[in-house]
């Protein structure tokens, strides 16, 4: 396991990255130009999340419910996470940038996993800078019932003594590669969760931002940030 200089207050951020339609449709674009300008974003984020010394930056890319949109936005999420993957894996690799994807990723197709694939064995290392965790076909929901499965499974199977299931079991047995959210930010005006990290977020400190996710900056993130290290954080202790 790697060892950083970590910032002891603030380690895991996940991000609903909201709005992307809706800025594109303010700014009388396509849907897609959008979401292209949304990667623009994450890369921005990513570099200021490493100088924040943050160890993993989460971000809901697709969730499960997302398949019910349009099929000419899904197609055009696909290429952009082939084009995604082609354009910016040399400079996560100069960066140490470890990529990881989520999710019910098979939903994609094997162009994207073949991708997927490649960009998580190309950015590994041991010596990370940030783990950034990407989440395709995702939903809380999804991943509680799967891992409840796999569990059961264990059981039956006398692999697994019930007294025996805890935390880390549960940890261990979800799909999500985090264990716990020190910070949830979601962009768009919306306040609610939507379905993300559902087990991974029971102490995250939340922050809602009525900006698009094209319109944050780094300089929102580090707002975030800044307002993240002002609070006190008890987990149910009296201080």
């Known amino acids: 396991m790697a060892i950083k200089n970590q910032n002891a207050n603030l380690k895991n951020v996940a991000i609903i990255m909201d709005g992307n339609g809706r800025w594109a449709r303010k700014n009388s674009l396509k849907i897609s130009q959008g979401h292209k300008k949304g990667v623009q974003i994450v890369r921005e984020i990513v570099e ?3 100088l924040q010394n943050i ?16 099929k000419s936005e899904i197609n055009a999420i696909k290429k952009l996470v082939v084009d995604a993957i082609n354009d910016q894996v040399p400079e996560l690799k100069e960066q140490k940038v470890k990529l990881k994807f989520f999710g019910h990723t098979e939903d994609f197709g094997e162009k994207v996993i073949k ?15 940030l783990n950034l965790n990407v989440a395709l076909s995702y939903g809380g929901k999804q991943d509680i019932l799967d891992l409840v499965k796999k569990i059961s499974k264990e059981v039956f199977d006398k692999k697994l003594n019930i007294d025996d299931i805890d935390e880390s079991k549960i940890h261990e047995s979800s799909c999500a590669p985090v264990n716990e959210i020190d910070l949830l930010i979601r962009t768009g005006g919306d306040k609610r969760i939507s379905n993300f990290l559902l087990y991974q977020i029971a102490y995250a400190e939340i922050m809602f931002i009525d900006k698009f996710w094209p319109e944050f900056s780094k300089e929102d993130f580090k707002e975030c940030v800044s307002n993240f290290q002002k609070v006190s954080r008890r987990f149910g202790k009296r201080v």
């Open 48 to 50: 200021e999340s490493i």
């Open 55 to 70: 160890d993993s930056l989460t971000i809901y890319a697709f969730s499960s419910e997302n398949w019910q949109r349009p």
């Open 115 to 129: 991708k997927i694939k490649y960009a998580e064995s190309e950015t590994f290392c041991e010596d990370y800078k």
